[in-house]
């Protein structure tokens, strides 16, 4: 079965440089959710989309945006990079916001600052 | 919002049942409860989920207390592979957009 897509798997880049990652839900699923996990630490919620309105936020820096486009596929933009900001960042999808259903995870997107 | 408490970690030895506790005093009455888990380097994985009554698939049981103040996931025969950071996670009903809200879960590790 299809699952959740990342890409890049791997990014390295500088400070103050812009990053993007990519997001391909799950076919149908219309509901999307980024995640960044530094180093030893838990997964912090940092934004959602359902039907291609934000649904949620969390944690994002201003640095950050997101969006999630009419194929329902969501982009997580960073600008300014910080050496704090390398971190694993995943993404999930769902069908629709109710608590009953699963969300899925991608294998995440490394990003390394330099 | 609803938490949930879990032990740091957890021993098994393979080939034996492995039983997570999970307490979640404040939660509400539309609040289900996930279980996912995650190895290292890895996306976390979706376990198991319920709302009130037990539920089995092929990864594992969860048998939830009739208050619904704490659930335990039940691995019926550990294998190596099971050892990974076990989250139990309320995930409420259309509010919070839904979101999973990852607190400190249990590292569970398997000796072979």
């Known amino acids: 079965a299809a699952g959740v897509i990342q890409s890049p798997r791997h990014l390295i880049k500088e400070k103050r440089e812009t990053a993007t990652l990519k997001c391909y839900p799950i076919?149908?699923?219309?509901?999307v959710y980024w995640y960044q996990q530094g180093p030893g630490q838990d997964p912090q919620f940092l934004i959602s989309?359902?039907?291609?309105?934000?649904?949620d936020k969390g944690s994002i820096p201003d640095r950050f945006s997101a969006q999630q486009f009419s194929d329902y596929h969501s982009e997580l933009n960073m600008s300014s990079l910080e050496l704090g900001d390398s971190a694993l960042y995943f993404c999930?999808?769902?069908?629709?916001?109710?608590?009953?259903?699963?969300?899925?995870f991608g294998e995440g997107s490394w990003l390394t600052v330099v | 919002d609803a938490k949930t408490t879990q032990p740091n970690s957890m021993e098994s030895n393979e080939e034996e049942p492995v039983h997570l506790p999970c307490n979640h005093s404040?939660?509400?009455?539309?609040?289900?409860i996930h279980w996912y888990r995650q190895l290292p380097s890895q996306g976390p994985e979706y376990v198991i989920h319920?709302?009130?009554s037990n539920v089995n698939n092929r990864m594992a049981s969860l048998a939830i207390a009739e208050d619904r103040k704490s659930s335990t996931l039940i691995l019926h025969r550990a294998t190596l592979r099971d050892a990974a950071v076990y989250y139990c996670?309320?995930?409420?009903?259309?509010?919070?957009?839904?979101?999973?809200?990852f607190g400190q879960g249990t590292e569970l590790s398997v000796k072979p």
């Open positions: 076919p149908r699923h219309d509901t």
């Open positions: 996670i309320l995930r409420m009903v259309y509010n919070q957009g839904g979101k999973l809200i």
């Open positions: 319920g709302l009130t």
């Open positions: 999930a999808s769902s069908l629709g916001l109710h608590g009953g259903n699963t969300i899925y």
């Open positions: 989309f359902y039907e291609k309105m934000q649904s």
């Open positions: 404040t939660i509400s009455g539309t609040d289900y």
